[in-house]
């Protein structure tokens, strides 16, 4: 989207017709074109999805946000994140991109764990995005810091175990990810 004008757009639906209306939005990002109120946005790179579900005073109110940033130039590479990551520098990307993705981890990260702590399974949706997050995180970070390579391949092993139904494997695939969250933690103090 080229300008930098907001648009919200509020209204009620039942459950079917709420369902109706994300799968219209999942066709749409199949395809790889968004459209919004007569505009199409080409999404040629990887999104970063947010959840959260908040009390309300009449309720819960359950947000999803998808957030995209078209690359910067003509030779930009295809791959997810690597448009918010200057060519030029060195060491660990400081960038708000990389910033807001790592709190999207810790988000993220605390919400699969605490399924496993209560005695079940994250949510396939939270597997997804947390996998998703180490992607990004590593397709940024990974050169310089191996540390997020090994969280990817965590995050995908969390993933393969929620969708097979295997609490050890999930379980195993938390520690190791809690584990090499503590060591990155460590080194930066």
Known sequence: MSDSADHKHEQALTPQEAAR??????????????????????????LVLEQSLKPEDQGLAYKLKLKYRPAGGPDSHPRPA???MPASSQGEPSGRDFKELKRS????????????????????????????????????????DPGFMELERQAGLLLQA????????????VLAMDRLKAACHAKKK
Not at 111 to 120: P, R, V
């Open 21 to 46: 209306l994300l799968r219209e939005l999942a066709e749409q990002l199949e395809r790889g074109v968004l459209v919004l109120e007569q505009r199409e946005v080409r999404l040629e790179h990887a």
């Open 82 to 84: 690597r448009q918010t």
């Open 105 to 144: 981890l810790g988000r993220t990260f605390k919400e699969a764990k605490a399924a496993l702590t209560t005695g079940g399974l994250p949510a396939p949706a939270t597997a997804r995005g947390l996998w998703d997050i180490c992607r990004l995180l590593a397709a940024q970070a990974g050169a310089q």
């Open 162 to 173: 929620v969708e097979q139904g295997g609490a050890a494997g999930a379980g195993q695939a």
